[in-house]
């Protein structure tokens, strides 16, 4: 079974920071991550995705995230973070053998402090 | 073009009672998937219902069950509350074929048990 695991349960940092999260999963077949972001109050957005092609992908609000097929890694990026940014942060993984269903990792608090 | 909605918003219940959760999909979309985000934690899969079958079913006891109408909208039962069945439900959309797999969430339904 598919599995997901987000490093760092908690981040706290300043306005215009560089922010990246870690996100590895656990399947050896052919795979399609998403980032998604979950803000105070609000429902889960697609951050961005991943299916094919260039292992770089670009999100909206910055956010870009980069695909490393030998480490079964998707990590997140963003170059320089804004108070806005302030959410909660999840991996997931859809594994085509599985249907369309998700895997979720266990998220990512992120802080921004103005 | 409405997003996914899901009602009620917030439920009280007793242990041992019954629940029921709707959610209606995105406009033009065919596939509910159903999740559980325990306080957290990352959604867990429950099931997801195309053509007004289940198609596939994460690792959730038999007292979780579904239904899926004709117009594409769902319900979410849930039998013989236990505590731990406190949770957010979340419903989410999308298209079964077209090669996208894009889950759209809706707001969620808060559900505690007492």
């Known amino acids: 079974a598919q599995s997901v695991s987000q490093h760092n349960h908690h981040v706290i940092l300043s306005e215009a920071a560089s922010l990246e999260l870690g996100c590895n999963y656990s399947?050896?077949?052919?795979?399609?991550l998403f980032w998604y972001v979950q803000y105070p109050g609000q429902h889960l957005q697609l951050l961005l995705k991943y299916f094919s092609g260039d292992p770089l992908v670009k999100g909206i609000k910055g956010f870009e995230a980069e695909f490393i097929k030998s480490k079964f890694s998707f990590n997140l990026r963003k170059p320089s973070v804004q108070w806005s940014d302030t959410a909660e942060y999840f991996c997931a993984v859809n594994a085509e053998a599985a249907g369309n269903k998700l895997t979720f990792g266990g998220g990512t608090r992120v802080l921004v402090k103005p | 073009d409405a997003g996914v909605t899901q009602s009620p918003t917030h439920l009280i219940k007793t242990r041992g009672q019954q629940v029921t959760l709707r959610c209606s999909p995105k406009?033009?979309?065919?596939?509910v998937s159903w999740y559980q985000q325990a306080l957290g934690q990352g959604p867990q899969f429950i099931f997801q219902y195309y053509e007004e079958e289940e198609r596939q079913r994460g690792n959730f006891p038999d007292r979780f069950s579904g239904h899926q109408f004709p117009n594409y909208s769902s319900e979410l039962n849930v039998n013989a509350l236990l505590l731990g069945d406190s949770a957010l439900y979340l419903c989410a959309s999308s298209f079964l074929y077209g090669g996208a797999y894009e889950q759209y969430f809706g707001p969620g339904t808060r559900l505690t048990v007492t």
């Open positions: 399947y050896g077949g052919t795979v399609n």
């Open positions: 406009s033009g979309h065919d596939t």
